[in-house]
């Protein structure tokens, strides 16, 4: 059986505590509940969250070989953090990037990505059913 990372960055373990206003008051508990939903039963999903840059970028050579996909979100480093992109161009399989809010209609920093230089695919704005449309999606390729 494949897995897919669902890999989070940095304050998402917050996620339905920290500005729900903003991420909702789903939990990243509830994320992953969706997205074992989503996924066949050929799949495995695998969500991972840190606090810590060299830890994502651990998880994203890990990957290698043993996935189906990557879904990132990763949180506030989308936009400023080269060693994740390179990390991601190191990898072969389809690769997600999401976003809980619409970061275009936020503070002009969040507009660039540079995880979106790798990206086969972008969600932003549909709050945690992005994650469960990224599985839905990677699950049909
Ligand atoms: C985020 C958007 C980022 O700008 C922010 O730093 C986050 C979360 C989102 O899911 O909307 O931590 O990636």
Not at 12 to 23: A, D, T
Not at 66 to 79: E, L, S, V, Y
Not at 128 to 133: D, K, L, N, Q, V
């Amino acid at each position: 059986m494949k897995n897919i990372y669902i890999l989070n960055g940095p304050n998402l373990n917050l996620l339905g505590k920290r500005q729900p206003e903003i991420y909702g008051s789903e939990t990243l508990d509830d994320v992953e509940k969706s997205c074992s939903q989503a996924c066949g039963d050929n799949f495995e999903i695998k969500l991972l969250q840190s606090n810590h840059e060299g830890q994502l970028i651990d998880w994203i050579q890990e990957a290698r070989d043993t996935t189906a996909g990557i879904i990132i979100n990763p949180g506030a480093f989308t936009h400023t953090s080269i060693a994740i992109l390179d990390a991601l161009n190191t990898y072969e399989g389809p690769v997600v990037e999401i976003h809980i809010s619409q970061v275009h209609k936020r503070e002009e920093f969040r507009h660039h990505s540079y995880v979106s230089y790798r990206a086969d695919a972008v969600i932003a704005g549909l709050g945690i059913e992005g994650y469960a449309a990224a599985v839905r999606h990677i699950c049909s390729l």
